[in-house]
């Protein structure tokens, strides 16, 4: 019997983090855990695994999960996981603050049809990265914008990273702030200022033409 219910059992991934997290370059500031942050860290580990194309998120309502911060993890229509913030109560009843967790089925992550995976040879010309934060309307979709950046910055952008939103008291009503870091790169040569610049301006441009964005202070 005990093999038995050994032989269905899955294997599970889960972590908790919270706390500070990297200090970030952007203003100086050291940014706390929250929502993106953790789910940097696992479209990371997606990348890695070459399933990162079929994830997609969904929000989503758990027993015991903030109901407003909280989404499900889905591979190809099928929920995998899900990520998200204790619930108030519960950070109470467990005396933390600020705490998000996840947890994800290996299973069928490593029973995804995965991507091939192209390894290339290390750079031997520097990268410039520029940040970059903005204020939208609550109703702009960062994915969406994280889109319209990687094609706005052309070939010379390779990497485009959310690493930031704020929603905080010091924002207009109805508004939020986005940051995104970005990274120039040419494999050929050594960038200049000014092609970087022109690149970056290119983006702050079409951003604010798009989504109405503007370069927060």
């Known amino acids: ?30 940014k706390v855990v929250d929502f993106f942050v953790v789910k940097g860290v696992l479209e990371g580990l997606f990348d890695v695994l070459g399933v990162s194309n079929q994830i ?5 309502k758990r027993e015991g999960m903030h109901p407003g911060r909280t989404a499900d993890i889905v591979l190809d229509g099928e929920v995998i996981g899900f990520i998200g913030q204790l619930h108030p109560e519960a950070e109470k009843q467990l005396d933390v603050k600020n705490t998000f967790v996840f947890e994800l089925s290996l299973v069928k992550v490593f029973g995804a049809d995965a991507e091939e995976t192209y390894y290339s040879a290390i750079p031997r010309f520097p990268s410039m990265t520029r940040d970059m934060a903005v204020v939208v309307t609550k109703e ?12 706005a910055g052309g070939e010379l952008l390779k990497d485009v990273a959310l690493f930031d939103l ?8 109805g508004k939020k702030s986005l940051a995104f870091s970005m990274t120039y ?3 050929e040569r050594t960038l200049t200022d000014e ?14 033409e798009k989504f109405g964005a503007e370069l927060r202070k």
């Open 56 to 60: 997609t998120y969904a929000p989503a």
């Open 1 to 30: 019997i005990l093999e038995s219910q050994l032989s269905k059992e899955e294997q599970h991934l889960a972590g908790v983090m919270t706390g500070l997290a990297l200090h970030h370059a952007w203003q100086g500031e050291k």
């Open 195 to 208: 092609e970087v610049t022109e690149a970056h301006n290119r983006v702050l441009t079409t951003v604010e």
């Open 140 to 151: 702009t979709k960062a994915g969406e914008m994280k889109q319209v950046i990687a094609e």
């Open 166 to 173: 704020y929603e905080g008291e010091k924002m207009e009503e």
């Open 185 to 187: 790169f040419d494999a």
